[in-house]
């Protein structure tokens, strides 16, 4: 089997992996170009707190200083190193050959270690090409596949050159010096996934995974990988990190679970309208006996009422606590109907709807959350890809032929130099400050941020 790599444009490839941003909504939008299906990617704000359902892995971000590094004490002993070559290219671990392609280097070592997904062809293939490779083989298929090369820079931001005015115009009057030009900094992903029972951790710019060891009998991977990631952050000098969860995409199982509770929900009204029929027959009769032992007239008994009126009745008289409606509809109704009584058997049933009812509502409300997240995924596609550039220049610089921009940046420094009551010197612009400080520790990193 072969890989659809076009040699002609091989050098041209290899220039244009592009940095991306850490953003779950790019990341599972990115997977889903991958052509993986039933997968998404979270962002991970507490560490300590307990993950519900599977993790198929973690991908961490943070900055990267090779000269910094080196000189830190490393939490990782030489013999965390994997260095049996057996056991290395069993796995998919692959070193990154590639400039800013350890975006999709993260993601590619948890997707292809993982057997029980749908990866899609492209992946398979690349997973059944490099299957027994050794980890720089598998990087150089990585950074030469054209699928993978497309599908990760259609993410990217855009890239432009500066815009190139004419000398002596008026635009070309302002010229920033290249000693106040920001040097970008570099930002790094690494994967974590459980593999045989062991938890290890793949960076490509490591030429050997790093086994973390198994973990408890009693307790789940994530537990162990929590304890080393909280280990790992006591001993940084840095806060700007960011953590994203590898998981199960929530949408078609609760498309299924919506269909099994509106169904349900059909059943129990149906067999609730039933007994509800039948105790208006019963109530009927007792009226018409009732109203013959006094008047013996027959033909003028009878009332209104409908069985959805008694539907109603029996409902508001229900319990209105969640727990005690859950108790009385899981009454176990063993026996006859009439050893039970109508009444009380539609009691039972109208609270089984009641409470299915809610279910179905709660199972709504995440379904939709779900489609509404996965459309914002889209419209920050769509930002993240427009360049605004052009519209920002042609302002600042309207804004400098007509001589405002020098009076718009006084009165900022201005504003700066004599901030206003409400956002300094009192405790509240204080208390503001220190919350943004809280919350930048939590390892929050900005859009934007460059990748190696």
Avoid at 105 to 121: A, I
Avoid at 167 to 191: D, I, N, Q, W
Avoid at 226 to 235: C, F, G, Q, V, Y
């Amino acid at each position: 089997m072969s890989l659809d790599i076009d040699y002609d444009e091989q050098k041209t490839i290899l220039e244009e992996w592009r940095e991306l941003e850490s953003d779950p909504g790019l990341f599972s939008l990115l997977m889903e170009d991958y052509g993986v299906k039933g997968i998404k990617v979270e962002e991970v704000y507490d560490i300590g707190k307990k993950f519900d359902g599977r993790v198929y892995g973690f991908v961490f971000l943070f900055r990267w200083t090779g000269e910094r590094r080196a000189r830190k004490k490393s939490l990782v002993t030489e013999d965390s190193y994997v260095f049996d070559s057996e056991v290395v290219n069993r796995m998919f671990f692959a070193n990154q050959v590639v400039t800013n392609s350890c975006a999709t280097h993260s993601l590619l070592s948890v997707l292809l270690n993982l057997t029980d997904v749908e990866l899609g062809p492209a992946l398979t293939k690349l997973k059944n090409f490099t299957a027994g490779h050794d980890p720089e083989s598998k990087g150089l298929a990585i950074g030469n596949m054209l699928e993978l090369a497309r599908a990760h820079n259609r993410h990217a931001k855009p890239e432009y050159a500066a815009p190139q005015v004419p000398s002596g115009g008026k635009r070309g009057s302002a010229v920033v010096s290249s000693a106040h030009t920001l040097v970008p900094e570099t930002y790094h992903f690494v994967s974590y996934v459980p593999i045989n029972d062991r938890l290890f951790e793949l960076d490509g710019l490591k030429q050997y995974p790093i086994d973390h060891g198994p973990w408890g009998e009693h307790e789940e991977w994530t537990e162990l990988f929590s304890r080393i990631m909280a280990e790992k952050l006591s001993n940084a000098q840095d806060i700007l990190y960011n953590l994203m969860a590898i998981v199960p995409d929530p949408v078609p199982k609760l498309s299924e679970r919506l269909k099994t509770l509106q169904s349900e929900q059909k059943t129990l009204l149906e067999e609730a309208m039933v007994l509800a029929e039948r105790l208006l027959k019963e109530e009927e009769q007792q009226l018409k006996d009732s109203y013959v032992g006094e008047t013996g007239d027959s033909h003028h008994a009878g009332t209104c009422t409908t069985a959805q009126d008694i539907l109603t009745r029996v409902s508001a008289a229900l319990p209105a606590e969640a727990c005690d409606l859950e108790e009385l509809a899981a009454t176990h109704t063993a026996g006859s109907l009439e050893e039970m009584g109508v009444a009380r058997a539609l009691r039972i049933a109208v609270a089984k709807v009641l409470v299915n009812d809610e279910k179905l509502e709660v199972c709504k409300k995440k379904f939709h959350e779900e489609l509404e997240l996965k459309q914002q995924y889209r419209v920050d596609f769509c930002r993240r890809r427009h360049d605004y550039d052009p519209l920002i220049s042609e302002f600042v610089t309207m804004l400098a032929e007509n001589g405002q921009l020098p009076n718009r940046l006084f009165e900022r420094k201005k504003s700066n130099a004599h901030p206003t009551k409400s956002t300094a010197g009192n405790k509240h612009g204080r208390n503001q400050g220190n919350n943004r400080s809280k919350k930048a520790k939590t390892g929050a990193v900005s859009n934007g941020t460059k990748v190696s």
